[in-house]
């Protein structure tokens, strides 16, 4: 009991971050770029989840500018640069790599003075990226009944008590008492219908449910790091503060989970879903809040799960040399299958030699 007590504790601290940045002080404006969309396609193979983007080289991204959530204007833009949003599938898991460029700065067991990161997903048809699915209920009043429709999944990543290059998320100690929790490393498995009502997978206003479980699993990594064998905690803070470089945050989960209390997005090979990606940072070391919570877009992003026969049917069209190998193979097979015939043929056939007597030798 104590120890689903600090678990309560932990999160109501990191939602209280996500509920201040979410109190609005003007009216809602969006103006988004419908042709903006993450293209995840079938690579089977490829991706070892360790933080590093080397076995991303060829995969291709898409480069977002980072606005505030709540004032969306290029004036308040992040100044550390772009983020890329690269994806990819296996046909069983699907995979994420986000990377965003700036000044390391890490400080163990203080969430707010770190990096973070969290991906949501459109779950019900009514769900807005606005208001984390604009549910119109209260804090008292939103359930899983009240606020039907409005549900958004979402994977929330603070490093502060992630080593790097280490997996964190789903684990057998958080997922045996059926939540989406992660009491080593903070990569949670979270649903809400609203900022003011987001809880653990598994948990909820209506009581708690032992069948969820933490489904996501990830890695960070900073181009800082000048060790590439394995940190452990006592290397803590891993690398001096201020130095130049690149965050990598890497992420997977399977494209379909066994929730059915409508708290996972379920992802379809060959079908869309709705993404959005936040990024928080400790602008001039101060603590994360508010101007520091940036997303890719002030709208949902497109998320494209290809299928593998798609990539296949794209060589068609110039594929009139493969067709001409493939009749000359054909025509070889003919001529070596005929020969074969003929020599078998040659073999077996009894000789004809004619017989001579002897008197007439």
Known sequence: MLRLLLLLFVLGNVAIGWVNSHEESGEWSCESDSEIRVLAE???????????ADDWEDIDGSEFS?????????????????????????GHNVYFLLQVDGEYVYS???????????????????????????????????????????EVD????????????????????????????????????????????????GMGPSGNDSSAQNDWK??????????????????????????KGTYYFEFSRPLRTMDHIQQDVQFKIGES??????FWYP??????????????????????????SSLLTKSAPGSSGGSTASVFALLLSVVSLCVSVFVGYRVIKPNSVPF?????L
């Open 42 to 52: 079938f690579k089977p193979g490829l991706i070892t989840l360790d933080g590093h």
């Open 108 to 150: 163990k067991g203080e969430s707010t003075r770190c990096p973070s990161v969290a991906l949501m997903f459109q779950i019900g048809e009514d769900a807005t990226y606005h208001n984390m699915g604009g549910c119109k209920e209260g804090t008292g009043s939103c359930t899983s009944k009240t606020c039907k429709g409005h």
């Open 283 to 308: 602008v001039d070391r101060n603590p994360w809040h508010g101007s520091g919570h940036y997303t890719i877009n002030c709208d949902w992003v497109p998320l494209d799960i290809s299928s593998g």
């Open 273 to 278: 879903s709705k993404l959005s990606v936040a």
């Open 154 to 201: 979402i994977m929330h990543f603070s490093i502060g008590s992630a080593i790097p290059g280490r997996l964190y998320g789903g684990n057998p100690v958080d997922n045996s008492e059926g939540n989406g929790g992660d009491r080593f490393g903070h990569l949670v498995d979270v649903y809400a219908w609203t900022p003011h009502c987001r809880y653990l997978d």
């Open 356 to 360: 001579t007597p002897m008197e007439n």
């Open 66 to 90: 980072l606005l505030p959530a709540l004032d969306p204007h290029a004036e308040h833009e992040y100044k550390g640069g772009k983020m890329n949003v690269k994806a990819l599938h296996d």
């Open 218 to 243: 990830g890695a960070w990594w900073h181009s800082s790091f000048s060790v590439h064998s394995g940190f452990v905690e006592e290397d803590s803070p891993y690398a001096s503060g201020g130095q």
